[in-house]
């Protein structure tokens, strides 16, 4: 049986096939020149699934897929689960999760206070991720939650603030926010499914070795950075 590999579609594939190549793994055509899901690697012994972000955690805890390859921010708002060991940083998709405010916020709007009665509001699609900074903080907001598009909410005031994914910042700047405080600063993880953890043991670690080995290479490459 072949391993199966979830990937995270977008910025995190693109960075992630060039490692999986190092390891051996290739996939037996473009990923995206096809608008398949499911790719065979060329030696035949991997499977690889392109998929979202959210849905890689979910394929691993279930066990139809032996590894997944994904954000820290999809993991740490996922629902919590024993399913799968977080088992190595491929140090690739760096970004950051951080709170966001409009450029011109009072004082107060930065220590999180709402203007008027009633809640300071906070608009994300990482409504655990917030709730535990906020009531870290001590701080009573109101989560209003959103598939996407968090930047335009402060501008139409549906929200005080926002929580939201930031890499270079332009996408907040160009929407009038500037960034306040950072949540976690986020990279890709390599997580295993528990069972096959166990059932799969050799091919697995052999696996993350070579990975480990490709991410220690990146890292040299790039001047021992990061
Ligand atoms: P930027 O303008 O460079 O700060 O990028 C901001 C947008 O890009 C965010 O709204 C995110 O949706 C997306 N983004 C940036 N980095 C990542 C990443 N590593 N993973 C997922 N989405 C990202």
Redo the contacts with the bound molecule.
Sequence with gaps: MPLVIALNR???LAECLPMLAQAGIEPDEDVNASRKLIFPSRRDEHRLVIMR?ADVPTYVTHGTADIGIV?K?TLLEAPPTAGYYERLDLNI???RIVTALPRDAAPERLAYQPAHNGAFRVATKFVSVSRGFFARKGRQVSIIPLA?T??IAPTLNLADCIV???????????NGLREHETIAH???RLIVNRASMRTKFDEIEALISQLRAAVERRRQADGGGL
């Design positions: 977008g910025r995190i972000g954000g921010d998709g760096h970004c996407g968090m930047e939201d994914i930031v890499d270079t910042g332009n996408t907040l700047k160009a986020i990279s890709s």
